[in-house]
């Protein structure tokens, strides 16, 4: 799918962005189970010597794609990092929770100990909703109106972005460039409709005149 992008015979980008809406994410979902498949057979020595080395590995049934476009998040982009680990270079601890730290680093669950002389926390994102962001930021009553963020829709669309957001003058989006670019030309045009006071007042209809 990416091909469309790079390469000599690559597309004009607004024809590429075209293309990769194409097929409806609940067919590219499926479909992508076929690469996965492939993509196995060719990571499989390489996954199984992560797995030796520590790194836990997705559940096979998690395509990339679902992880990429739906959860955008439990990927890792080789960039060098993956022969470090199986190199021994980087080593990984897993699989167990931290109990505490100890004078010279930290001691697991299990009683296992770490040596350390610096412990960083990269803990990621934290679970806020995009309902607790609203009322910080402009009160309650905002935020009982708005819809949730995040994963895709029914109809396979991404979740409460680019779309009425259940408050008039509140709108949100999210994603990466292709994102920005692609869906940014139906939110203009819906605060335009809206303008025109084309939309019914839910948001979620328009009304013809």
């Known amino acids: 799918m990416l091909s469309v992008y790079v390469g000599q015979d690559k597309l004009p980008t607004e024809i590429a962005d075209r293309f990769y809406v194409a097929l409806p994410l609940s067919k590219a979902l499926r479909a992508s ?5 492939r993509g196995a057979d060719i990571d499989q020595d390489l996954k199984e010597d992560l797995s030796r080395h520590g790194y836990l590995l997705p559940d096979a049934e998690d395509s990339f794609l679902h992880r990429l476009v739906v959860r955008r998040a439990g990927y890792y982009i080789d960039r060098g990092c993956a022969k470090l680990i199986t190199t021994g270079k980087i080593t990984v601890k897993s699989g167990r929770e931290i109990s505490h730290f100890s004078p010279t680093g930290l001691v697991f669950d299990d009683g296992s100990r770490v040596e350390a002389d610096l412990v960083i926390f ?26 949730d963020v995040g994963g895709w829709d029914s109809d396979c669309e991404p979740a409460g972005v680019w779309r009425p957001s259940g408050h008039k003058a509140l709108w949100f989006a999210e994603g990466d460039l292709f994102a920005a670019r692609f869906y940014s030309q139906f939110l203009a045009l819906q605060i335009k409709a809206r303008e025109m006071e084309l939309l019914s007042p839910d948001q979620r209809s328009y009304v013809l005149k």
């Open 33 to 37: 189970e076929h690469d996965v498949d």
């Open 122 to 147: 990269a803990t990621g994102y934290s679970r806020t909703t995009i309902k607790h962001v609203a009322e910080s930021l402009f009160g309650p009553k905002v935020a009982d109106v708005v819809r």
